[in-house]
């Protein structure tokens, strides 16, 4: 995987693990929310059937409260008053009370009268629940609650069904009345169904928020890394030429100094040596003279050949240090232009790095020969100087300044890039009374403590 790749994988891989993460949260958490709610109406609906079938039981208790207090045990006429009075309080299609006695026998049942007079002790529902021996149960037990299947009048169909039975215990009866709960259940499923709908409109409702945003992110970055590597292949492009440029402008000016000047010195010495030859072989007075005049001329030419080597690496710069290089450079600058050219060191801690001190240098160079060629000065001042353990470098002259606003030329660009590759500033103030240059380097060109400590 490329580099464009990773940083494109490592600016979409979280935002996607993220909108996944915070789309099953949401989905889990609406449907906590949901199930609970769901949960609690369903609770709340059971409560109130226990409610109504319990008071619906006590109004039928009350009904025959007054006969069955002044029957006898074996009262049979009270029995059959009771019955009669306990069919006939039925309730909607499904609403009826039904009476057992403790063996299991059916007394009342005005749904399903062909249980009338059996017994259904060992009855069971789908569930294997024995439901009239439970209910039984239950009523000796003080009464109470029960929840089991049964057939549902109205439909046919088998039902939950929850019945409330209290004891007649005189008679040994067992007297109830139940609510059928499929329409509770019912209304859950329906809650349920809703539920998820939400639940889906939801985790829609996200994945449409959130695969657009992941898509505009894609392409954002995608742009953004296409037109970054289009201005970075500019800029490199930019940069080759500009070292072409440099180094045939290097190599012409080389070419032109070894052509005008070391060639044409060389060619006259072979001249003099020459005409000194002849005048030697005739005997000639005058030879030494032209011997002499050949081996200055021989000096002029190592004399230029040393200028030449000086501008391309000065060796004083790596033997003694940048003040040193640049006092020479300074002497070589006065007596080649006639500028009045002054240095001052003194304030200089010297702790660069070679590459730092390197770079000053040609900032140094690169400003001599914009002074000596553009500015018509007569006098230049160079400051080298450390202030919070960081480099600082000025080179003023009072020449006639240059107009910034037409942009830098390619000396000016050379000094910047320079500066900027140590993360350093260069500073140009220009105007009618001369120029000034400011070269600042960051603690981070110094040498190490040790390697300080060891230069000292």
Known sequence: MTLRHQIIALAIVPLVISILAITAFITWQSANLAKNSIDTFEQNMLK????????????????????????????????????????????????????????????????????????????????????????????????????YKWQKPSTGQIADKLSFVASLDKW???????????????????????????????????????????????????LLTFHERRMADSRLKELTQRVIDTQEEERTRL????????SQTLLGVRYAMDLAGRKV?????????????????????????????????????????????????????????????????????????????????????EAFNNVERHSGASKLSVKLWSDGG?????????GTGFDGAGGSGLGQRNMQERMAHFRGLLLINSSEAGTTLTAMMPRSANL?????AEAA
């Open 255 to 262: 070419a032109r100094e070894l052509h005008d000047g070391i």
């Open 172 to 222: 040994h009866w067992v007297v109830g009345t139940g609510v059928y709960l499929d329409d509770v259940f019912a209304q859950s499923a329906a809650a349920n169904k809703v539920m998820r709908a939400n639940i889906k409109r939801t985790f829609v409702i996200v994945a449409l928020i959130a695969v657009p945003s992941v898509l505009v992110v894609f392409t954002t970055c995608m």
């Open 48 to 147: 109130t059937k226990e409610a109504e079938i319990l008071n619906l039981t006590n109004l039928a208790l009350s009904a025959i409260q007054t006969i069955y207090d002044k029957a006898g045990a074996d009262d049979e006429a009270a029995k059959q008053q009771v019955a009669a009075i306990l069919t006939s309080l039925d309730y909607g299609k499904d609403g009826y009370f039904f009476v057992y006695d403790y063996d299991g026998n059916n007394i009342v049942h005005p749904r399903q009268s062909f249980r009338h007079g059996q017994n259904w002790l060992y009855l069971t529902d789908p569930d294997g629940d024995k439901v009239i021996a439970e209910l039984i149960a239950t009523a000796k037990a003080g009464g109470g609650l029960h929840q």
């Open 281 to 365: 072989r005739t005997n000639v007075d005058e030879a030494a003279l032209t011997i002499d005049r050949g081996v200055d001329a021989l000096n002029g030419a190592i004399k230029e050949i040393r200028l030449l080597s000086h501008d391309l690496r000065p060796r004083v710069l790596d033997d003694l240090g940048l003040t040193a290089a640049l006092e020479a450079l300074c002497h070589h600058f006065a007596e080649r232009t006639g500028i009045e050219t002054k240095i001052d060191a003194s304030g200089f801690a010297g702790t660069l790095k070679a590459e730092a001190s390197t770079a000053l240098y040609r900032v140094a160079q």
């Open 390 to 398: 960081r480099a600082r470098m000025t080179i003023s002259d009072n």
């Open 448 to 452: 190490p403590a040790g390697k300080q």
